[in-house]
């Protein structure tokens, strides 16, 4: 069982920089893939971006150049740094890890952390 434990969401203004936290303990299956998803209001839960235990990453169209998703291995936490936040980002953010051989949107959330982007 994994467990997953999201901090850094907050009220920020357009323009302006946030950085998310996860902090992951427990059985994780090696190797791990990460990822951040969100969820504005609806039920569509969208992927952000994703990191693999190597290092590479991906981004939805949508955050590509203004987010990066990075993770320290060592401390089982992978972070997500979003600069120039836009009313649009804002969303409930999550953490997911799964095993890399399992599918996409499998394995183990977090609770979600708010992030509200307004002036």
């Known amino acids: 069982q994994v467990q997953l434990v999201e901090s850094g969401g907050g009220l920020v203004q357009p323009g302006g920089s946030l950085r998310l936290s996860c902090a992951a303990s427990?059985?994780?299956?090696?190797?791990?893939?990460m990822a951040w998803y969100r969820q504005a209001p609806g039920p569509q839960r969208e992927l952000v971006a994703v990191?693999?235990?190597?290092?590479?990453?991906n981004y939805a169209d949508s955050v590509r150049g203004r987010f990066t998703i990075s993770r320290d291995n060592a401390k089982n936490t992978v972070y997500l740094q979003m600069n120039s936040l836009k009313p649009e980002d804002t969303a409930v953010y999550y953490c997911?890890?799964?095993?890399?051989?399992?599918?996409?949107?499998?394995?183990?959330w977090g609770q979600g952390t708010q992030v509200t982007v307004s002036s």
């Open positions: 997911n890890a799964r095993a890399a051989w399992a599918p996409v949107g499998s394995g183990s």
């Open positions: 990191i693999t235990s190597g290092g590479s990453t």
């Open positions: 427990g059985s994780l299956f090696s190797p791990t893939v």
